[in-house]
């Protein structure tokens, strides 16, 4: 699949029609809401864990040197926290564009931490898109973020904000905080 995943997202008719969409965050949308919405709720979401797996050649990185952001693996009885937005659809042409480096809309069930579910929408950047980056340790996944910047800022302000972010919500994420620790040493 391209970079570029915007026509692909245009595509997705799931929600045609609906006034209002709820939509999951678990990078970068959890402390960088530049879109309007009508409500913002901690959630989480079954099944998927968070890995700095993606390559970010628009953002936190350049074609040539790109950065790392978080992207969901598939693992059964993870739990993955972040941060539910309602949006009416128009709000998806930036979004889309914000997420185009590999991500796909795709369904699921966001629980909300204060109890309920809703069917929304989140971005997820599969293993077969030309920006995956794929595992690596967690040292060598420190030392690329830390070497990495673009147009966005640095790719290590991306990891320390999302850290902070987590944190604040109480919850602690294997494998952001580990990162994130050796990040510290470095």
């Not at 990078?27 to 530049?34: E, F, M, P, R």
């Not at 973020?145 to 850290?163: K, T, V």
Request: charged share 25%.
């Amino acid at each position: 699949m391209s970079h570029n995943t915007i026509e692909a997202n245009k595509a997705m008719d799931k929600f045609d029609g609906h006034h209002q969409v709820w939509l999951f965050g678990y990078g970068s949308l959890i402390y960088k809401a530049d879109f309007p919405f009508i409500e913002r709720r901690p959630a989480h979401i079954f099944g998927w864990s968070r890995r700095f797996w993606q390559g970010s050649h628009d953002h936190r990185g350049t074609p040539d040197a790109p950065g790392r952001v978080a992207t969901l693996i598939p693992a059964e009885g993870a739990v993955c926290h972040g941060m539910a937005y309602l949006v009416t659809p128009e709000e998806f042409a930036h979004l889309d564009h914000r997420e185009k480096n590999g991500y796909l809309r795709v369904a699921i069930d966001i629980h909300f931490e204060a109890g309920g579910v809703e069917e929304g929408l989140i971005y997820i950047a599969a293993a077969d898109n030309a920006a995956w980056l794929g595992d690596a340790s967690v040292e060598d996944i420190a030392r690329h973020i830390a070497s990495a910047s673009g147009p966005s800022g640095p790719n290590i302000e991306y990891l320390l904000r999302l850290a902070a972010a987590l944190r604040e919500m109480g919850h602690h994420d294997e494998h952001v905080h580990a990162i994130e620790a050796f990040l510290e040493r470095l």
